[in-house]
């Protein structure tokens, strides 16, 4: 299947004023393209966890949304910590986020496990020290 | 679809083409064309703050007038909670009632025994959606969450608004007294021009069927005229708990909620959307969206300075001595339910590919434009700009500051 069209956003590590703004932008793009709501609420959610991921545990990183035919491929990619074990990252209620970002309402442990569930594939790769790529797949 | 009204219009003899408009309306649904104003229906939610802005009046919003009324065998006008606190000092709503009375109604509707009702089933109804519910008097709200937040549906609350409930009760009422449909003229006395549009719309809604809104600015010197403000301030037949209605957190303090947001102002209204489509607001129960700054009290038809009205409102509330005791019946959820809103389309093709072609082009020009959002082309950014031209809406050349590359 071929890539039609492919956005790449940035996000900066610690910067929670701004982060959301790939998943906004995304959604809106989702909305011109003419996706159904339901789907987009999906793809929303999941694409907010991965962006505030970036935003709270690496150094930075990038959300890419490829569009095909029948699906979106969201990229989330990081430079950064990596994550030590993935099955354990996977449990809900298992959470790394540091004091102040749970004080702020983040880290409460569900973001992988919410991104797998609101979307129709989920893959994740690390590497302990270099980075984190998450790719979630959502069909229309 | 059905079809979308709108009130909010252009005088185009009095708009000069300054940007004032074109910068600050919330949704951008303006543009500025051979130099005048113009605005995109698709876009516009009607929400006055162009109306605002307008340092010329070229932008209106009318309700009918009270000639208009005539016309039928019984007029019952229906004022909103917003106009009891309009008069720089406390008064007896009763009074505001008498005083509208002789201005022409065979009724006067007590619209705070439907603030009551509703509220009565609102806290069952909040329930019946996804987490935070959201619950808006305010049709502006309602037409952005159609257009850009189609995916909230799931959070609205599927429930007519006490003005609605209004309308429903009287007409029910007057038929049953032998009237028929077309000799009852019932009106709606508005603070905004929202509710203008939405009457509009109303007019052709079989179980609702509203005649007319008039603006609250029209009707006031009249008012004035035959208010008494000097009675006893203690008023015994208007519900205090319907009279919350009218500022924003009103809403959650009637039913008895504490774990609530009241937001209000178009742009915050957006971003809090914004934050519960991501996910992020997780642990509040219910959600009250205004357009207008603190909620109803801040409407373009009212006199009173907002902040100041809800003073007002509060110390009026205050001497109320009563609250109508509602009984639930099945009938009444049904009778005052609401369909799902509308998912107003905002898809640049109805094709997907041309679509996906429309916006990559959409990029490419993004790249080529200087993101100074000047304003210059008449479109209110460079990203709209980028829009209006893929979708032959504007042209490139428009762009005074256009990077090498373009055309």
Redesign the interface.
Known sequence: MQE??S?KYDVESGDFIRG?EA??SI?K?L????IK??I??RI??AC??AEMNIVIHSLGGYIEAK?F?NKIEIVAKDKGPGIENIDLAMKEGYSTAPEYAREM?FGGGMGLP?MKKSCDEFYIESKIGEYTEVRMVVYF | MKEVFHSVSLIEEKCIGCTKCLMNCPVEAIRIKNGKAVIYDDKCIDCGECIRVCPYGAHVSKGITLNETAGYKVKVLIPSVTLYPQFGQEINPEEVNKALLSLGFDEVFDITFSCDVKAEILRKEIKKVEKPAISTLCPSIIRLIEKDFPSLNDHVVKMLTPIEISAVLIREKYCKMGYKENEIGIFFLTPCPSWITKIKELKYNEKIGFDGAIAISDIYPKLLKVLNKSSNKNYRKISKTGLLWAFSGGQSQAIGMDNFLAVDGIKNAIKLFNDVENGKIKDVDYVEAYACTRGCLGGLFLIENPFNAERIAKKIIANGEFSYKVELHDEFQSKFAREDILKINTKFADDFESAVKMIKNMNKIINMLPGTDCGLCGSPSCRAFAEDVVKGLASLVDCKFIKDGGE
């Open positions: 039609l069209l956005i959301g998943s906004s959604k793009l909305q011109q393209l003419g709501a339901d987009i609420k929303c959610v907010y966890e569009i035919n309402g919410n």
